[in-house]
């Protein structure tokens, strides 16, 4: 068995299909996420909104509003940058795009102005809106109960918040990890072009190489699990490079949790390996046949997992939760995820477990189908 090991990987070092699929391609890709999304998260960092404020007669009238823009454009991390300046100025910036809206005290009205909609202005249209309702508010209660003005508005700026918001992660969100962990998850399930191999290598109505395995004088499972064996080690090797060139190359986060992503890899690609395995050994056609069947559902699930449109793994998950858990790419994904953003491993755990389901089923169904696999004549 150690002799048709060793010599099994030496053919599998010489095939240029077993070390492109599963290493370069996924290689590739990652350089070409890299260059794609390398500053999507830098558009989500908050950047102060400049604000134009026309500086007249009625805004000095007002000068709670000039309070709240004045607390609201302090500290480091203030939300305006405020310019006061006459109305044809703001007009020109706002036209010249070097503000993203400018406000106008008329009379009793404030008014806001922008020419476009995104969440620059939601924002400023939003403080506008709290600070009317408050000011709103605080006329009704002083219509009623004019005694104490100084209390009511000395409490304005004490607010008090009654909801403590508790994360259950001390991880930062990064929507671009997804789309690496996915690669991960495809390049471990293209191992399963290796395992495809080692099947349709002993199946001896294939090829004449198939045919020469079976009638020599050894068992037809040995060589199988020598040859998967092989192949396991090579896949497992070219998944740890691609993990390394993500880790110390391309500066990918995977959370301080090392040895379940280790655990994770192994783990993964062995259930790629065996998918391919049950693949071969279940669909009776032609190798390019099996290759295709292969290729689409590995990819089907990549896309349901989030590789191509990172929305539909959440649209799944909350539509279909049956088909997250039926699809081994995207638990193999989750499991990654769930080690970098959550603290504990309940959720890695149970991802995992499912997955080993899936391995240990595809093996299963592999030894039952070709342990019985005869031939009339070779």
């Given at each position: 068995?150690?002799h048709?090991?060793?010599?099994?990987?030496?053919?599998?070092?010489?095939?240029?299909?077993?070390?492109?699929?599963?290493?370069?391609?996924?290689l590739i890709?990652?350089?070409?996420?890299?260059l794609?999304?390398?500053?999507?998260?830098?558009?989500?960092?908050?950047?102060?909104?400049?604000?134009?404020?026309?500086?007249?007669?009625?805004?000095?009238?007002?000068?709670?509003?000039?309070?709240?823009?004045?607390?609201?454009?302090v500290g480091?991390?203030?939300?305006f940058?405020?310019?006061f300046?006459s109305?044809?100025?703001?007009?020109?910036?706002?036209?010249?795009?070097?503000?993203?809206?400018?406000?106008?005290?008329?009379?009793?009205?404030?008014?806001?102005?922008?020419?476009?909609?995104?969440?620059?202005?939601s924002?400023?249209?939003?403080?506008?809106?709290?600070?009317?309702?408050t000011?709103?508010?605080?006329?009704?209660?002083?219509?009623?109960?004019?005694?104490k003005?100084e209390?009511?508005?000395?409490?304005?700026?004490?607010?008090?918040?009654?909801?403590?918001?508790?994360?259950?992660?001390?991880?930062?969100?990064?929507?671009?990890l997804?789309?690496?962990?996915?690669?991960?998850?495809m390049?471990?399930?293209y191992?399963?072009?290796?395992?495809?191999?080692?099947?349709?290598?002993?199946?001896?109505?294939l090829?004449?190489?198939?045919?020469?395995?079976?009638i020599?004088?050894?068992?037809?499972?040995?060589?199988?699990?020598?040859?998967?064996?092989?192949?396991?080690?090579?896949?497992?090797?070219?998944?740890?490079?691609l993990?390394c060139?993500?880790?110390?190359?391309?500066?990918?986060?995977?959370?301080p949790?090392?040895?379940?992503?280790?655990?994770?890899?192994?783990?993964g690609?062995?259930?790629?390996?065996?998918?391919?395995?049950?693949?071969?050994a279940l669909?009776?056609?032609a190798?390019?046949?099996?290759i295709?069947?292969?290729?689409?559902v590995t990819?089907?699930?990549?896309?349901?997992a989030?590789?191509m449109?990172?929305?539909?793994?959440?649209?799944?998950?909350?539509?279909?939760?049956?088909?997250?858990?039926?699809?081994p790419?995207?638990?193999?994904t989750?499991?990654?995820?769930?080690?970098?953003?959550?603290?504990?491993?309940?959720?890695?755990?149970?991802?995992?477990s499912?997955?080993i389901i899936?391995a240990?089923?595809?093996?299963?169904?592999?030894?039952?189908i070709?342990?019985?696999?005869?031939?009339?004549?070779?």
């Amino acid at each position: 068995m150690w002799h048709i090991f060793v010599y099994r990987l030496k053919c599998l070092l010489r095939d240029k299909e077993s070390l492109f699929w599963p290493m370069v391609f996924p290689l590739i890709l990652a350089m070409f996420f890299q260059l794609a999304f390398s500053n999507l998260n830098k558009g989500e960092i908050f950047q102060t909104i400049e604000l134009a404020v026309v500086e007249n007669e009625d805004l000095q009238n007002e000068p709670y509003l000039k309070t709240a823009l004045a607390q609201a454009s302090v500290g480091e991390s203030k939300l305006f940058h405020l310019t006061f300046t006459s109305q044809a100025e703001a007009e020109k910036l706002l036209q010249e795009n070097a503000v993203s809206g400018y406000l106008e005290v008329t009379g009793k009205q404030v008014k806001l102005f922008v020419n476009d909609t995104g969440i620059r202005q939601s924002i400023i249209k939003s403080f506008l809106d709290n600070y009317l309702q408050t000011a709103a508010t605080v006329n009704t209660i002083l219509a009623k109960n004019p005694q104490k003005p100084e209390q009511l508005l000395s409490r304005l700026s004490e607010r008090r918040q009654f909801v403590a918001e508790v994360s259950g992660t001390s991880a930062e969100p990064n929507s671009i990890l997804n789309y690496f962990y996915t690669l991960i998850a495809m390049a471990c399930f293209y191992g399963g072009f290796l395992g495809l191999n080692e099947v349709s290598r002993i199946e001896a109505n294939l090829s004449p190489l198939a045919a020469r395995v079976n009638i020599a004088p050894v068992h037809k499972l040995k060589a199988f699990l020598a040859g998967f064996g092989a192949s396991w080690l090579l896949h497992l090797t070219e998944m740890f490079i691609l993990l390394c060139f993500l880790r110390y190359v391309l500066q990918i986060d995977f959370g301080p949790k090392s040895f379940y992503v280790v655990l994770t890899t192994i783990i993964g690609s062995f259930a790629g390996l065996s998918f391919g395995t049950f693949i071969s050994a279940l669909v009776k056609k032609a190798e390019n046949m099996k290759i295709a069947i292969l290729f689409t559902v590995t990819m089907t699930g990549c896309f349901l997992a989030g590789m191509m449109y990172a929305e539909i793994k959440y649209l799944v998950s909350r539509h279909v939760p049956v088909l997250a858990y039926l699809n081994p790419v995207n638990l193999l994904t989750d499991a990654y995820y769930s080690l970098y953003y959550y603290d504990t491993l309940n959720r890695y755990l149970q991802n995992l477990s499912v997955l080993i389901i899936f391995a240990l089923l595809f093996c299963l169904g592999t030894y039952l189908i070709i342990r019985r696999r005869k031939y009339a004549s070779l």
